[in-house]
């Protein structure tokens, strides 16, 4: 069986490390367009603060790891056509030729590409995107050059967020600007947004939000030396954009359908509209288990469980459907951890999900624990049903400490679609060193539920 994915990153790993350890006989072969297979964009905030110092090494694998197991990766090798009839499929290798291969099932994994802003005076240099191995590169360069002083981040969202710090703790003067009129707007509700925002301007970041950009502008003509808004000017030796992204499906449109924005459709198991024809990744729209409707989502973890679904269910006829995704991320910035899942306001109201939510503040531990042995506050968001109580959404958030354990079991308790009610009588363990007696998310649910104080 010929199996062959397009794109190797998480979601064409996954598929292709499942297919290669669970099945004899097939015959995996990867084609990827650049020439740096599976470099981990997620991962270039860490390389560019030198926590991680060979950029070699910040990507899921190497060629050589899914050799080892009878694969094949083609890098510098571009799809550009597809026969569904024939089952066929034709790309540019790395010596520039055109090759025709033939495939049993095929499995798009074509990710998306950072959005660029058509704006006056885009063509300038020093206009930077922050995805994937070169950028990473020029970044880097970028953030060790002396000359660089002033560093404009268009975008408040998770990319904008990790350029923020790395260049901030690099001891440049940091601008963030973004038309919505708060950071982090679409992952978080505005009372945690307020915290970063505080904690940004403390660490000398300028954030200039509910501002539209209005274009580039340059001293020399050649380099970009200032951003302009509809409301001032901010000084720019550099500007990143961090704008969103956009499906790398333009390609594709006479092969399989794809929504008005270019998002590839699939059926509930995750096949497009052509026989043989899988997708996954960013490129798709995958169920949305809280907003029970199709969403866009681009994260790692939902490419890799919607890859795994389907090397498992590629060879079946009587497949159970791909149960959905939660959306579950989560960031630090200067200090601050958050973890976020399902849904808040900013996207219910988008998916036009009725929500409730409350916010639960309090310490993580009992109040006789100081905070020179780890105390300290913790800070639960709970977005729910009105009407049955059905958790949707939450975040939690917290300074110096791991908020590792909640964001997972707030991921959880969404995509189970648990009750305020089970949260709030769940039997988490109590010991003085972790936690409360009652835990942060039993409190958090109690609130909303309206039940009495817990002040131990």
């Not at 991320?329 to 999900?353: D, H, P, Q, W």
């Not at 648990?418 to 010991?431: S, W």
């Amino acid at each position: 069986m010929r199996i062959a994915i397009i794109g190797a990153s998480h979601g064409g790993h996954e598929a292709a490390l499942e297919l290669l350890t669970q099945n004899k006989d097939v015959e995996v072969t990867i084609y990827e367009a650049s020439d740096f297979i599976s470099f981990m964009s997620c991962g270039m905030q860490l390389y560019l603060m030198n926590k991680v110092e060979d950029d070699t090494t910040v990507r899921n694998f190497k060629a050589a790891d899914l050799e080892k197991l009878g694969g094949k990766v083609l890098a510098n090798s571009e799809v550009t056509a597809i026969d569904a009839d024939q089952h066929q499929l034709t790309f540019t290798d790395h010596d520039g030729n055109k090759q025709v291969d033939d495939y049993d099932k095929l499995i798009l994994s074509v990710g998306v590409s950072p959005v660029q802003l058509n704006l006056p005076g885009k063509q300038l240099n020093n206009i930077y995107l922050m995805r994937g191995h070169d950028w990473a590169l020029a970044l880097k360069k970028k953030l060790e050059d002396p000359t660089v002083k002033d560093v404009v981040v268009v975008g408040a969202g998770y990319i904008g967020i990790e350029a923020i710090e790395a260049f901030a703790k690099a001891g440049k003067h940091v601008t963030v600007l973004d038309l919505q009129d708060r950071v982090l707007a679409s992952y978080l509700d505005a009372d945690m947004t307020e915290l970063i925002t505080k904690e940004l301007i403390a660490n000398n970041v300028t954030v200039a939000v509910g501002e539209q950009l209005v274009e580039y502008r340059s001293d020399d003509g050649q380099n970009v030396s200032a951003v302009k808004t509809d409301q001032g000017s901010y000084p720019a030796d550099l500007v990143i954009e961090g704008v969103g992204v956009k499906p790398n499906t333009a390609w594709l449109s006479d092969v399989v359908a794809l929504d008005e924005r270019g998002w590839i459709k699939t059926d509930k198991y995750l096949r497009t509209n052509q026989a043989d024809i899988f997708a996954i990744g960013d490129a798709i729209l995958p169920y949305n288990i809280p907003a029970k409707k199709p969403l866009p989502v681009a994260l790692a973890t939902t490419a890799r469980r919607e890859a795994q679904y389907v090397a498992q269910t590629i060879f079946s006829n009587n497949i159970r459907p791909f149960r959905g995704i939660v959306g579950s991320s989560a960031l630090e910035i200067f200090g601050y951890s958050f973890a976020t899942a399902g849904l808040n306001e900013a996207t219910a109201k988008r998916a036009n999900v009725a929500i409730e939510s409350i916010t639960y503040t309090d310490t993580r531990q009992p109040a006789f624990v100081p905070a020179e042995a780890g105390n300290g506050d913790v800070i639960i968001r709970l977005a729910f049903d009105p009407l049955t109580h059905v958790i949707l959404g939450g975040a939690v958030m917290a300074k110096n400490h791991d908020i590792t354990p909640h964001g997972n079991t707030l991921a959880l308790a969404i995509m189970q679609r648990l009750t305020l009610e089970d949260l709030a009588e769940a039997d988490f363990f109590f010991q003085p060193g972790f936690d409360r007696q009652w835990s942060s998310l039993n409190l958090a649910a109690q609130k909303a539920l309206g039940y009495a104080p817990f002040t131990k």
